[in-house]
């Protein structure tokens, strides 16, 4: 499990995209975002991509960021 707090956005995401590659593919991955305060367009893009692509879940994800990650306006 991972724990992402605080502000995430194009410029800071590479720390996480660096642990998540670290994974092995097709492992259990939890990322937890109870304390994700605010995060832009091009995050929530990645966020439905791993989710699909990777099977990562979400624990504790923003009712804003599920339905942000829901719209088709992302497209």
Known sequence: ???VCG???TENVGELRES???IAVGAAV???LTDLLLV???VIRLLREWEGRRHIVFRNCPAYIR???AAD???
């Open 1 to 3: 499990m991972l724990a």
């Open 7 to 9: 502000r995430l956005d």
């Open 20 to 22: 998540l590659d670290a």
């Open 30 to 32: 939890v990322l937890d």
């Open 40 to 42: 832009d367009r091009d």
């Open 67 to 69: 339905a942000w990650m």
């Open 73 to 75: 306006d992302l497209l």
